[in-house]
């Protein structure tokens, strides 16, 4: 089955509701390409790989939580390893869509709900505060277990090694708030909000010493790790409700 640009564009807008985040670029499509689409390639970044390998796999769209456009780079000329990105997706009329916070944040297809069913997090609720937005989820593990032993379990499913920050590795962990990604600074609304821990991508040097000097259990799991989920349950929805051909494309992105 295939669908046009707009068709496609309007499911994003109405699923992810990117209008209500204040983000750090823009949300939606990013590049232009054909109007119509029969196969969508996802992946986390839009990368040189993850663009040729869109191309190559014959899809007419890409979708993807990391875009081309951040308010922090500014204005850049597209040449060197920038123009390998965008000259490919041009060259071919591959459409390129992105939504960072709006896909960290979805109750069902976010990057924190998809990471927090697949370790057994339950009674899910919005969490963390981007000017105004949830950017995770929180809720309770439908099994405690001892700080080291949920390590453990993110290890196996996020396949990436885990840093924990805990004063006491055998001290169960039943509650925990997820904002995947560089969410460092978070554990503190996990803290004053009583959670037993916090789990995100990365980890800065003063807060593995400041996390457990306040009693919570903060985990990083990698950033892209912690951010593979949530483009593949939007990817499955796609699939499902739009009857369109979708392709992952997975990184060997070890930060």
Same mark, same amino acid.
């Given at each position: 089955? %295939? *669908? &046009?640009?707009?068709?496609?564009?309007?499911?994003?807008?109405?699923?992810?509701?990117?209008e /209500?985040?204040?983000?750090?670029?823009?949300?939606?499509?990013?590049?232009?390409?054909?109007?119509?689409?029969?196969?969508?390639?996802?992946?986390?970044?839009?990368?040189?790989?993850? !663009?040729? =390998?869109?191309?190559?796999?014959?899809?007419?769209?890409?979708?993807?939580?990391?875009?081309?456009?951040?308010?922090?780079?500014?204005?850049?000329?597209?040449?060197?390893?920038?123009?390998?990105? !965008?000259?490919?997706?041009?060259?071919?009329?591959?459409?390129?869509?992105?939504?960072?916070?709006?896909?960290?944040?979805?109750?069902?297809?976010?990057?924190?709900?998809?990471?927090?069913?697949?370790?057994?997090?339950?009674? =899910?609720q919005p969490f963390?505060?981007?000017?105004? /937005?949830? &950017?995770? !989820?929180?809720?309770?593990?439908?099994?405690?277990?001892? $700080?080291? *032993?949920?390590?453990?379990?993110l290890r196996q !499913?996020?396949?990436?090694?885990?840093?924990?920050? %805990?004063?006491?590795?055998?001290?169960?962990?039943? %509650?925990?708030?997820?904002? &995947?990604?560089?969410?460092? /600074?978070?554990?503190?609304?996990?803290?004053?909000?009583?959670?037993d821990?916090?789990?995100?991508?990365?980890?800065?040097?003063?807060?593995?010493?400041?996390? =457990?000097?306040?009693?919570?259990?903060m985990? $990083?799991?990698?950033?892209?790790? &912690?951010?593979?989920?949530?483009?593949?349950?939007?990817?499955?929805?796609?699939?499902?409700?739009?009857?369109?051909?979708?392709?992952?494309?997975? %990184?060997?992105?070890?930060?």
């Amino acid at each position: 089955m %295939s *669908l &046009t640009r707009r068709q496609l564009q309007q499911f994003f807008s109405q699923l992810l509701q990117p209008e /209500s985040y204040a983000d750090y670029g823009p949300n939606g499509l990013q590049v232009e390409g054909g109007k119509r689409i029969d196969r969508i390639a996802f992946a986390v970044s839009a990368t040189a790989d993850s !663009v040729a =390998q869109a191309v190559a796999g014959g899809a007419q769209a890409l979708v993807v939580h990391h875009g081309l456009f951040w308010k922090f780079h500014g204005a850049r000329p597209i040449v060197g390893p920038y123009a390998k990105r !965008v000259a490919p997706l041009v060259k071919h009329d591959v459409n390129l869509f992105a939504y960072h916070l709006p896909l960290d944040g979805h109750p069902e297809v976010g990057n924190a709900a998809a990471l927090g069913r697949l370790i057994g997090l339950e009674q =899910q609720q919005p969490f963390g505060d981007y000017q105004g /937005s949830p &950017t995770g !989820v929180k809720g309770v593990l439908a099994q405690p277990m001892a $700080a080291a *032993l949920l390590r453990q379990r993110l290890r196996q !499913v996020l396949e990436h090694e885990v840093l924990l920050a %805990s004063a006491d590795p055998d001290a169960l962990v039943g %509650s925990l708030g997820i904002i &995947t990604g560089g969410a460092n /600074s978070e554990w503190r609304q996990a803290a004053r909000e009583g959670l037993d821990a916090y789990l995100t991508g990365e980890m800065s040097e003063h807060d593995w010493h400041e996390a =457990q000097e306040a009693g919570i259990h903060m985990y $990083a799991g990698g950033h892209h790790a &912690t951010e593979q989920f949530g483009i593949q349950a939007l990817m499955e929805r796609v699939r499902s409700e739009l009857g369109v051909e979708c392709f992952y494309i997975g %990184s060997d992105n070890p930060a």
